[in-house]
């Protein structure tokens, strides 16, 4: 399910939200950079969802515990409250129905962490406006008919998503394209503005 | 003297070229049948040697018609283990490192005790009076031997198909004797599908005159005919549409033209044809009507309440989990309804899904993913058990 993984510039941003010992859920883990990180650093007790069968192997291979199966279809059969932390990083514009995804990951974590790339980045926002074309860049590099993204939103867009299903956003944090962050206390505008990548920490 | 006599004329069933060990009365073996079955005997191999904390012990466990020959040759067909692919001197399963324990289930034919085995009651073969065997009795078995080696905990539990039941059978019975499970292209239960083509093979064993009602031992015969059918239907059952079309397709065997007649015009009859043969030369037709009940009567959610997730409440064990894209006698949902109990269980468990075209059989090929799988995950469970890196 990671699409992106060479851009999880947010993985430090992640991990740095994460406490030790924590049991977490890493829903589209790739190939398990971050659980491997939080296993050594944290000793986190990490899981993961990942549904290509490379990043699973790889995974495994690592001697992480990781599933093979799709965010859209698969997180339903996880129980109540079963994890402190979920994560969904890069991910949740490439699942079909973002509103339930975001709601399962609510259900079945203490808390939700979900990054995922601005759409409302100055770049994007100027390809559209001067070039009138679907912005591909660094960070979005697909075209917009081959793209696995196709739920794209805006920080501002993923805020309202929050308020409608119900989820508390305890921290925000807005970074930029080398995954620095972007001063803490600006205004939502400024960061949808400026905010390549956005990571938000959820609660129910 | 005995140990000379060509394996072809030995009796496998009772006096097997294997390492065999003896139940007494003192040890009956307690059938989910209800009965006790005594004098009994667990055939079995093993590969490696067992260490001195007796923590490197991998109980592998064989498919319906496998036996404890995992690494070594056959000594009826001759052919190479049936998972000698994976096990062995620095393979995947390493016995350099691993003491390796494959033994042949109850109600099998080639060493433990099984239909074709001598009734001590009668003096003849049991036949159908062996009462019908299941997943748990076999585990049960296999329990009293791992015992026999004083081994507390088994390092891993490995098999595929009905071996992946005894697999799922020992960690919801035993968690803690299992510290890794790795059951392959199975399921939680047998589905009616399976159930139906089960049943098929065993009418066609019982159909053959030869079968006798079970007593062709004794009378000197074998429903051949019917086993071999029996295996021609189930073999289908292994491969995949595409498989078969990428290696037969609709080519014929051994003329030019179609005859206009029931002889094996296409090479898919004839290869059929061949698999059904071969079978009967090295399995007892009634272990097959047992095997194939065995599997047909495996439920673990319903000895659990009907719920699944119950059978491994509170478990450690670790898992991997894997099946095969293009199996659909255990597709990839049936593995997908283990992962999602062991998940609500909270156990530790990993799920691979191999994209192949082979078919259920592929567990038994060598299929690359499936060994870089394994490989993983044996090393991972070796580091979180304490062992030395290979």
Known sequence: MSVNTAQRVDLEVVADLIPPRAKVLDVGCGDGELLELLQNDKQVDGRGVEISQRGVNECVARGLFVIQGDADTDLGFYPDKGFDFVVLSQTLQATRNPREVLKHLLRIGERAIVSFPNFGHWRVRLSLLLRGRMPVTKDLPYSWYDTPNIHFCTIRDFVNLCEEVGAKVERATALDGNGKKIGVSLPWWFWNFFGQQAVFLLRR | ?390
């Not at chain 2, 890794?180 to 239960?189: F, H, N, Q, Y």
């Not at chain 2, 049943?199 to 030869?210: I, L, Y």
């Open chain 2, 1 to 390: 003297m005995e140990a000379l006599r060509p394996a072809k004329n030995r009796d496998e069933a009772n006096d097997p070229s294997s390492l065999v060990l003896r139940f007494g009365p003192d040890k009956p073996l307690r059938l989910d049948a209800g009965i006790q079955l005594s004098p009994f005997q667990i055939a079995y191999q093993t590969y490696g040697t067992l260490n001195e904390a007796r923590s490197n012990a991998i109980l592998v466990c064989h498919a319906l018609t496998g036996d404890q020959h995992v690494a070594n040759p056959n000594p009826v067909t001759g052919k190479p283990g049936w998972w000698e692919v994976l096990i062995g001197p620095g393979k995947i399963i390493d016995t350099d490192r691993f003491f390796v324990i494959c033994s042949n289930v109850v109600g099998g034919c080639l060493g433990s005790t099984g239909p074709a085995s001598i009734n001590p009651a009668t003096g003849k073969p049991y036949g159908l009076d062996l009462p019908v065997i299941t997943i748990r009795d076999m585990v049960r078995a296999q329990v009293m031997l791992v015992d026999h080696f004083g081994i507390d905990r088994l390092f891993c539990v490995m098999g595929g198909s009905m071996g992946g039941m005894q697999v799922l059978e020992w960690a919801a019975s035993y968690p803690e004797r299992v510290f890794s499970a790795l059951p392959i292209a199975t399921g939680p239960r047998h589905s009616s599908q399976n159930i139906a083509f089960h049943e098929v093979g065993r009418q066609a064993v019982m159909a053959d005159p030869d079968w006798r009602g079970g007593k062709y031992i004794e009378a000197g015969v074998r429903p051949k005919k019917g086993l071999a059918v029996a295996r021609m239907a189930a073999h289908i059952t292994y491969l995949s549409e595409a498989a078969l079309h990428r290696k037969f397709g609709r080519n014929l065997q051994d003329r030019e033209a179609l005859t206009f007649g029931f002889d094996a015009d296409f090479q898919i009859e004839s290869y059929l044809r061949h698999q059904g043969m071969t079978f009967v030369d090295r399995f007892d037709a009634n272990s097959y009507l047992y095997m194939t009940r065995a599997m047909d009567y495996f439920d673990l959610a319903a000895d659990h309440g009907g719920l699944l997730a119950e059978a491994f409440r509170g478990i450690q064990t670790r898992f991997c989990v894997v099946s095969f894209t293009s199996d659909w006698l255990f597709p990839t949902e049936e593995s997908r309804s283990i992962v999602h109990a062991l998940n609500a269980a909270g156990a530790p468990v990993s799920f691979v899904e191999i994209e192949t075209d082979r078919g259920h059989d592929a567990f038994l090929l060598d299929e690359p993913e499936l060994f870089a799988a394994i490989r993983g995950f044996i090393a991972s469970a070796a580091r979180a058990r304490g062992f030395e890196p290979a």
